[in-house]
């Protein structure tokens, strides 16, 4: 026989039946539809703690800060929302309007605020 995959309890009725009760259906879905949001909700908590860094250490509009400084503090390069190539082929990664430049060789970052000419 069947069981509810919530309750365990063994399914009485029709032979297609999932759940033995609507409370059971209902807990089901909202559980997946929680674990489906969690994800969301993990992402979008990551991209505001690196915009508040970002924000943070770039008040002058350019500014450079080493690396070890900004993940030490919670942020995370590999969440950003969108992407800029310069002229020099250079890719910043922003987090809404502030966005970073990972110079490898250095072990820094410059950090930019996001400019009008940047659009096209």
Known sequence: MEKCPVCEIELKGRIDKKFCSLKC?????????KSEE??????DKQL???????K??????LST???Q?????????????HYWKNHKDQVYLFCYEYGFLDLKE????VLIT???????
């Open 48 to 54: 505001k703690i690196n915009r508040k860094l970002l």
């Open 106 to 109: 250095k072990g820094k970052y």
């Open 69 to 81: 400084k900004l993940i030490a503090d919670g942020f995370d390069p590999n969440y950003f929302t």
């Open 38 to 43: 969690d994800l969301y909700y993990k992402i």
């Open 25 to 33: 259906k209902s807990a089901h879905q909202y559980q997946k539809r």
């Open 56 to 61: 943070l250490y770039n008040k002058s509009g």
């Open 114 to 120: 996001h400019q009008a000419y940047m659009n096209n």
């Open 65 to 67: 800060i080493r690396k």
